[in-house]
């Protein structure tokens, strides 16, 4: 596996992708830790002449509303926000102690981009 670090900024996924592509010039597939990673990444690519998805596929995760709206739209992962925030306020304002292991399943939200 090959990782980059980040911070879930555009601005960091501008300058990963760049950096991707200077150390492994094979890469055919990008994955962000975040939508807004992954936007900034495809913004690098773009802005280096690579295609979006046609040279490089481009993930993110989180399901911003912004995904759908961008071109081309973003492939990602979405995760079930009010269940997992109710599931911890419940837990907080019962008195609870959590649970050692919650699951909540992500789903894939296939667009343009992957």
Partial sequence: MRLVPGDFSAQRGRAAAREVLARWPDTDAIVGSSDATALGVIDGLRGDGVQVPGDVAVTG????????????????ATHPVTQIAAAAAT?????RPAPPATVFPSRLVRRLSG
């Fill in 61 to 76: 995760f989180d399901d911003i509303p912004l995904a759908a709206m961008t071109t081309p739209a973003l492939t990602t």
């Fill in 91 to 95: 837990a907080v304002l019962g008195g």
